[in-house]
Structure formats: C-alpha cells, structure tokens
C-alpha cells in the first residue's frame, strides 16, 4: 500500500495548500446562511419540541459543507489531472485501482470533516446544540463524506471539461443537497414532497446527523443508516468497476 500511502499524502496537500479557499471560504459559506436565515426565521419556526430553529439549523449546515466539499475534492482533483495530462503520472505506476479508489475517498473525506469542524467552531459562538449521541454524529459524518467523494469520482471520471463537471454538481449535487431537509423539517411540505423527499439519499445523511445531536429526526436513524450504507456500498462498488475497466481514464 506505498503508493496508496503516496497518493492519499499527495490529495491532502492538495487541498491544505490552498486551505484559505477549500476550507475557510466555505465556513465563511456557512456562518452566512446560518445569519441570515436565523434572523428571518428564528422566530417563526420551532422544528422539533424545544428545538430553536437556529440550533436546529446549524447541524444541517455542517453536513451540507461537509457533503459538497467530499464532492468538490475528488471532482475537481480528477478533472484536473485529465485537462492538463498529469493523470497520467498516476496511472502508469502500478497503482491498484482499489489504493487509487482508496486514496481520492480517504482525502476527501478529510477535507469534508475538516470543514464539519470548522463550521461547527464557528457557529458555536452563536449557538452551541447539544450532542445526545456523538457516535450516530461520526457515523453520517464519515458515511455521507464517503458517499459524495465516491460521487465526485464518477462524475470526475465521467466529465472531459469542466462544463460537464459543473453541469453534474449544479442539476445532481446542488438540488440533492438543498432539497435534504437542511433548512426546514421534511414534514412542513405538502404530501408529494414528503414523498419525494423520501427518495433523497442525502435527506437520509442529514437527518441522521441531526439526530446525532438532538436524539430526533424526522425518520429512524437506523432506517437513515441502512439507506446511507447501501448507496456507499453501490457506488462504491460501482466506481472500483470504472476504475478496474479503465473508463475514460486509461481508454
């Protein structure tokens, strides 16, 4: 696993060098969705029983920071390696496409739980929630990282310009992620969007992490879990055939 280990180490730095735009631009993102809507709504909404609405609020924002920038780390990494020919440095050491898979996930992930934090420190000076159960919060944390790092992969080995990449984020990842339940509880909608709703993975992710901190959701957290899991397994397993296969990397 050397070049597992070479690789993972070369995705960190990746985004750490330019900590100030992947990791400070979006808790800045976040602390200004978290004014502006806590001002219009604060007094307005009451989520869950005794839940404020800014509380309620900041956990949503946390994951959605977290789940957008797993995408953005793998996507963008891969797309530009493919634009400007250095993918080939990567693909003509006899790298496994499991430590290939392995490495972009793993870097991802950290990226998005680095985020997580800092928007949680961040917020904290406004609000603090409480935290009823810290293993389900780790648990959608890593899980709803790894599923949109391994998204940012398809869609960074799909793409060929940064139009199609965008394309990708703009009509799957932004309406999937603001459609979660991130700023409002899934049962204020009408019925055909409380169905709807249901569809959505990320519904799952977020609601799941909420959980982990006011010990309610709008479904089981274990029914969150199953569904969580099982679209990481099927992506993942879906991806190691792309790379195993070569598609639009090495054909």
């Given at each position: 696993?050397?070049?597992?280990a070479t690789l993972f180490y070369k995705e960190l730095l990746r985004f750490w060098k330019v900590s100030f735009q992947t990791v400070a631009a979006p808790v800045l993102t976040a602390l200004l969705y978290l004014l502006i809507f806590s001002h219009v709504l604060e007094s307005h909404l009451e989520p869950y029983p005794g839940v404020r609405y800014t509380a309620f609020l900041i956990p949503g924002l946390a994951m959605m920071s977290m789940l957008q920038n797993a995408f953005a780390n793998t996507s963008s990494s891969l797309i530009q390696s493919k634009i400007t020919g250095n993918i080939v440095f990567i693909l003509l050491p006899p790298l496994s496409h499991l430590e290939f898979f392995l490495a972009y996930v793993l870097a991802a992930v950290a990226r998005g739980a680095v985020v997580g934090l800092g928007v949680l420190i961040v917020t904290s000076f406004y609000t603090v929630p409480p935290l009823a159960h810290p293993l389900w919060v780790l648990a959608f944390g890593l899980l709803g990282c790894g599923?949109?790092?391994?998204l940012g992969l398809i869609a960074g080995i799909w793409a060929e310009k940064f139009d199609q990449l965008a394309a990708f984020q703009n009509f799957i990842i932004v309406p999937l992620t603001f459609?979660?339940?991130v700023f409002y509880s899934i049962h204020s909608l009408p019925s055909f969007w409380l169905g709807v709703s249901h569809l959505n993975p990320v519904?799952?992710?977020?609601?799941?992490f909420r959980y982990g901190f006011f010990g309610v959701g709008d479904v089981s957290p274990w029914l969150s879990l199953a569904v969580v899991g099982g679209t990481f397994a099927a992506l993942t397993l879906f991806t190691l055939h792309l790379l195993r296969t070569g598609y639009r990397l090495r054909h």
């Amino acid at each position: 696993m050397q070049g597992f280990a070479t690789l993972f180490y070369k995705e960190l730095l990746r985004f750490w060098k330019v900590s100030f735009q992947t990791v400070a631009a979006p808790v800045l993102t976040a602390l200004l969705y978290l004014l502006i809507f806590s001002h219009v709504l604060e007094s307005h909404l009451e989520p869950y029983p005794g839940v404020r609405y800014t509380a309620f609020l900041i956990p949503g924002l946390a994951m959605m920071s977290m789940l957008q920038n797993a995408f953005a780390n793998t996507s963008s990494s891969l797309i530009q390696s493919k634009i400007t020919g250095n993918i080939v440095f990567i693909l003509l050491p006899p790298l496994s496409h499991l430590e290939f898979f392995l490495a972009y996930v793993l870097a991802a992930v950290a990226r998005g739980a680095v985020v997580g934090l800092g928007v949680l420190i961040v917020t904290s000076f406004y609000t603090v929630p409480p935290l009823a159960h810290p293993l389900w919060v780790l648990a959608f944390g890593l899980l709803g990282c790894g599923v949109l790092a391994v998204l940012g992969l398809i869609a960074g080995i799909w793409a060929e310009k940064f139009d199609q990449l965008a394309a990708f984020q703009n009509f799957i990842i932004v309406p999937l992620t603001f459609l979660s339940g991130v700023f409002y509880s899934i049962h204020s909608l009408p019925s055909f969007w409380l169905g709807v709703s249901h569809l959505n993975p990320v519904f799952y992710m977020i609601d799941g992490f909420r959980y982990g901190f006011f010990g309610v959701g709008d479904v089981s957290p274990w029914l969150s879990l199953a569904v969580v899991g099982g679209t990481f397994a099927a992506l993942t397993l879906f991806t190691l055939h792309l790379l195993r296969t070569g598609y639009r990397l090495r054909h």
